[in-house]
């Protein structure tokens, strides 16, 4: 039977890979990619959570998994954001390499 340590443990090794990605790569398209795998870490971590508390009942406890759909949502809207803003940087700069990129004025 998986625990909840196991989800745990794979929630751990994404975030750290996000985090790795972000820390070491300087393509921006990888960095975003990092960031979102970040997100999706810690949402798996508050499904778990959310999975393996049980209240009175004997039910799971859905309220952490109806905030996980509003960090999706947001998330979704960030991605939108972030790669118009990434698109406009590639126009004026012709490149996505992070040391290249010194202002945000164009």
């Known amino acids: 039977m998986i625990t909840l340590g196991d989800y745990l443990m794979v929630s751990g ?8 990605g972000v820390m070491l790569r300087r393509n921006l398209i990888i960095i975003f990619m990092s ?9 798996l971590s508050l499904v778990a959570f ?6 009175p009942t004997g039910l ?7 905030f996980v759909f509003f960090i999706i949502t947001v998330a979704a809207a960030e991605v939108a954001v972030g790669l118009a803003i ?3 940087l ?3 700069r012709q490149t996505t ?7 945000l004025k164009f």
């Open 13 to 20: 090794i994404l975030f750290a890979i996000g985090f790795a």
């Open 35 to 43: 960031l979102e795998l970040m997100l999706n870490a810690a949402n």
């Open 50 to 55: 959310s999975r393996f508390r049980v209240g």
């Open 60 to 66: 799971p406890d859905y309220n952490a998994q109806v």
């Open 86 to 88: 990434l698109v406009a």
């Open 90 to 92: 590639y126009r004026a």
């Open 97 to 103: 390499d992070v040391k290249d990129i010194t202002s």
